[in-house]
T-cell receptor, first 113, second 115 residues
Framework: QQQVKQSPQSLIVQKGGISIINCAYE??????FPWYQQFPGKGPALLIA?????SEKKEGRFTISFNKSAKQFSLHIMDSQPGDSATYFC????????????FGQGTILTVHP | GAVVSQHPSRVICKSGTSVKIECRSL??????MFWYRQFPKQSLMLMAT?????????EQGVEKDKFLINHASLTLSTLTVTSAHPEDSSFYIC???????????FGPGTRLTVL
C-alpha cells in the first residue's frame, strides 16, 4: 500500500517535444506529491510539488497533473531541452509516513537535439 | 531553494575501517534529516530518519549498529558506516526538512567505495 509506481522506465523525446511521466499510488492518506530531477552523480533536486486540493500546478515548463479519484499524477515537461536529460523521480508522503517520502522507480529521460 | 551540503563528496576506504559522512543544512534549521542509499540506476532507498536531539529511526533491514546516525544540532547530521565492507559501497544521500513543512531538500551525495 506504500508503493508508488512510475512509468515509463525510460523515455526518449525530441527537442521541443513534450515529456510525460506518470505515477500511481495506493495509499489514500498521501497528501504531498513532489517530483525530483537527478543528474548522474548528483543528489535529487526538487522540481515541483502538488497537494490533492488542486488538479494542476504549473511552474515554468513543468506541470503536474493530479487525479485524486484515479490516484494518479503526472509530470509534463513542455518544450523539452537536451539539458532536461536526467532521471526523474515522483514521490509521495502523508498519513502515517511521518514525512517520509515513498519514491517511484525513476524515469530516465533523454532529449535528443 | 534551501541548500544542503554533504562532506565528503567521495571517499575510498579499506575494508574494516569506519567512514563518517556529514550532512549540513546551510540556510535553514532542519528538525528532521533523512539518510538514503542509492545503487546505480535504482531509486532512493530510505535508511533512517533522524530528529534533532533524539535517536534515529531505522527502516526495516537496516542495521543500526552498522550505520550510526547522529543529529546533534539543527543543522548537522552524521552517518558513520562502521567496519565498512565492499557491499557497503554505494551512493549515500541525505535530505533535510524544516519543522512544519513537507519539503525535503537533498544533499549532493557521497560516493563510498570500500576496497
Amino acid at each position: 500500500q506504500q508503493q508508488v509506481k512510475q512509468s515509463p522506465q525510460s523515455l526518449i523525446v525530441q527537442k521541443g517535444g513534450i515529456s510525460i511521466i506518470n505515477c500511481a499510488y495506493e495509499n489514500t492518506a498521501f497528501d504531498y506529491f513532489p517530483w525530483y530531477q537527478q543528474f548522474p552523480g548528483k543528489g535529487p533536486a526538487l522540481l515541483i510539488a502538488i497537494r490533492p486540493d488542486v488538479s494542476e500546478k504549473k511552474e515554468g515548463r513543468f506541470t503536474i497533473s493530479f487525479n485524486k479519484s484515479a490516484k494518479q499524477f503526472s509530470l509534463h515537461i513542455m518544450d523539452s531541452q537536451p539539458g532536461d536529460s536526467a532521471t526523474y523521480f515522483c514521490a509521495a508522503a502523508g498519513g502515517t509516513s511521518y514525512g517520509k517520502l515513498t519514491f517511484g522507480q525513476g524515469t530516465i529521460l533523454t532529449v535528443h537535439p | 531553494g534551501a541548500v544542503v551540503s554533504q562532506h565528503p563528496s567521495r571517499v575510498i576506504c579499506k575494508s574494516g575501517t569506519s567512514v563518517k559522512i556529514e550532512c549540513r543544512s546551510l540556510d535553514f534549521q532542519a528538525t528532521t534529516m533523512f539518510w538514503y542509499r542509492q545503487f546505480p540506476k535504482q531509486s532512493l532507498m530510505l535508511m533512517a530518519t533522524s530528529n534533532e536531539g533524539s535517536k534515529a529511526t531505522y527502516e526495516q533491514g537496516v542495521e543500526k549498529d552498522k550505520f550510526l546516525i547522529n543529529h546533534a544540532s539543527l543543522t548537522l547530521s552524521t552517518l558513520t558506516v562502521t567496519s565498512a565492507h565492499p557491499e557497503d559501497s554505494s551512493f549515500y544521500i541525505c535530505s533535510a526538512r524544516a519543522s512544519g513543512t513537507d519539503t525535503q531538500y537533498f544533499g549532493p551525495g557521497t560516493r563510498l567505495t570500500v576496497l
